[in-house]
């Protein structure tokens, strides 16, 4: 008997989603290719080691949304992709990561900081304005102008200094505030015209879809709705990381949530913080299931916000929905490598 792993993936790369409709411990291979529609062609495809991605305006459930699904299929254990995944950093394409590291303390901020090949996000920075570039609160705005405002007329190294010092700041208020209250303890984006964004309530819209998911897994589903009150069932991780978005640097804090036993592994990774305007909030869930006797399957979901609620982001959606599926294909492709080749650690 083979033991393979078929591994689906869901990614919403704007601002709501549901978890999916698979997640149910004694689902089957045939539930699975049912609800996704998988055709025969497909299913053989997918028998065969191909990734299938696919993304449809009937996965959208707002105008901020835009959605991807993928499957593959793994020839490992759930035992041994415990063991490769434990020194994985996120749940993002490896070629994006720049750097980051865990965080157990202020102390594991210390590398946070942008180079001088970056300097152009650092004069950024000294020109933030609201909802153009970062995402920042109303106080991190007025505090990062007073921090920076008596370096304007700095050297180009002093300035890349006092810029790391900042963004490494507001990191580490973001984290405690997360730290200390959960969803709750995310400060608002300010935006133009004294506009805010609760990017704190997109996430708990998100997580409120595992509710439908209570009876399969009642701690988990319990675990990732009321962090930071925990009963035990799951590991928690949390980093830093620096990610090259458009060709610039992009800071963002996330909250690893992992629940795993002989039957299953469930990981959530949440972006709670992201500084880049380009995206609000992130969420990746993973959940490696039962599929055929001595097989498994897994299903992944991710969330973001506010690239497409324009009329110029309406007009380009269906390339949005072409780059999606390239997006997640890539991702399941290095979950592919890794798992089936094993991974360093």
Same mark, same amino acid.
Not at 121 to 143: H, M
């Given at each position: 008997?083979?033991?393979?792993?078929?591994?689906?993936? @869901?990614?919403? /790369?704007?601002? +709501?989603?549901?978890?999916?409709?698979?997640?149910?411990? $004694?689902?089957?291979?045939?539930?699975?290719?049912?609800?996704?529609?998988?055709?025969?062609?497909?299913?053989?495809?997918?028998?065969? &080691?191909?990734?299938?991605?696919?993304?449809?305006?009937? +996965?959208?459930?707002?105008? #901020?949304?835009?959605?991807?699904?993928?499957? =593959?299929? =793994?020839?490992?254990?759930?035992?041994?992709?415990?063991?490769?995944?434990?020194?994985?950093?996120?749940?993002? %394409?490896?070629?994006?990561?720049?750097? &980051?590291?865990? =965080?157990? &303390?202020?102390?594991? !901020?210390?590398?946070? &900081?942008?180079?001088?090949?970056? !300097?152009?996000?650092?004069?950024?920075?000294?020109?933030?304005?609201?909802?153009?570039?970062?995402?920042?609160?109303?106080?991190?705005?007025?505090?990062?102008?007073?921090?920076?405002?008596?370096?304007?007329?700095?050297?180009?190294?002093?300035?890349?200094?006092?810029?790391?010092?900042?963004?490494? *700041?507001?990191?580490?208020?973001?984290?405690?505030?997360? $730290?200390?209250?959960?969803?709750?303890?995310?400060?608002?984006?300010? #935006?133009?015209?004294?506009?805010?964004?609760?990017?704190?309530?997109?996430?708990?819209?998100?997580?409120?879809?595992?509710?439908?998911?209570?009876?399969?897994?009642?701690? +988990?589903?319990?675990?990732?709705?009321?962090? %930071?009150? $925990?009963?035990?069932?799951?590991?928690?991780?949390?980093?830093? /990381?620096?990610?090259?978005?458009?060709? $610039?640097?992009?800071?963002?804090?996330?909250?690893?949530?992992?629940?795993?036993?002989?039957?299953?592994? /469930?990981?959530?990774?949440?972006?709670? +913080?992201?500084?880049?305007? *380009?995206?609000?909030?992130?969420?990746?869930?993973?959940?490696?299931?039962?599929?055929?006797?001595?097989?498994?399957?897994?299903?992944?979901?991710?969330?973001?916000?506010?690239?497409?609620?324009?009329?110029?982001? @309406?007009?380009?959606?269906? /390339?949005?929905?072409?780059?999606?599926? *390239?997006?997640?294909?890539?991702?399941?492709?290095?979950?592919?490598?890794?798992?089936?080749?094993?991974?360093?650690?």
């Amino acid at each position: 008997m083979n033991n393979k792993i078929l591994v689906a993936a @869901r990614w919403t /790369l704007l601002a +709501y989603t549901c978890f999916g409709t698979f997640a149910h411990a $004694q689902v089957t291979g045939v539930e699975v290719a049912e609800g996704l529609g998988l055709t025969d062609d497909e299913i053989e495809r997918m028998e065969s &080691g191909e990734v299938l991605a696919f993304s449809d305006s009937a +996965y959208e459930n707002t105008n #901020r949304e835009l959605a991807a699904d993928a499957i =593959i299929l =793994i020839d490992k254990t759930v035992e041994e992709i415990l063991a490769e995944l434990n020194d994985e950093t996120t749940l993002l %394409p490896k070629k994006v990561e720049l750097g &980051g590291g865990r =965080i157990t &303390g202020e102390a594991d !901020f210390a590398a946070v &900081g942008y180079d001088d090949s970056e !300097f152009e996000a650092v004069e950024a920075l000294f020109s933030a304005k609201p909802g153009k570039d970062f995402n920042l609160s109303e106080s991190e705005y007025t505090k990062l102008k007073t921090k920076l405002d008596v370096h304007r007329k700095s050297d180009r190294a002093s300035k890349i200094s006092v810029a790391s010092d900042a963004m490494r *700041d507001i990191l580490v208020e973001r984290y405690n505030r997360y $730290q200390a209250a959960g969803l709750d303890g995310i400060d608002v984006f300010h #935006r133009p015209r004294s506009k805010q964004l609760d990017t704190g309530d997109e996430l708990r819209v998100i997580t409120a879809a595992f509710q439908a998911f209570s009876d399969d897994f009642p701690e +988990y589903v319990d675990e990732i709705q009321n962090y %930071p009150t $925990q009963n035990g069932c799951c590991e928690h991780e949390f980093r830093w /990381l620096k990610l090259k978005v458009r060709k $610039q640097p992009v800071f963002v804090l996330t909250h690893k949530i992992q629940q795993a036993n002989a039957d299953l592994i /469930l990981i959530t990774e949440r972006f709670f +913080y992201v500084n880049s305007a *380009d995206v609000n909030t992130a969420q990746i869930t993973l959940a490696w299931l039962p599929y055929e006797e001595g097989t498994y399957m897994g299903v992944a979901v991710s969330a973001s916000a506010d690239v497409l609620d324009s009329t110029m982001g @309406r007009m380009l959606r269906p /390339l949005g929905r072409n780059k999606a599926k *390239d997006f997640v294909s890539e991702v399941m492709e290095e979950i592919q490598t890794d798992l089936e080749n094993g991974v360093e650690n």
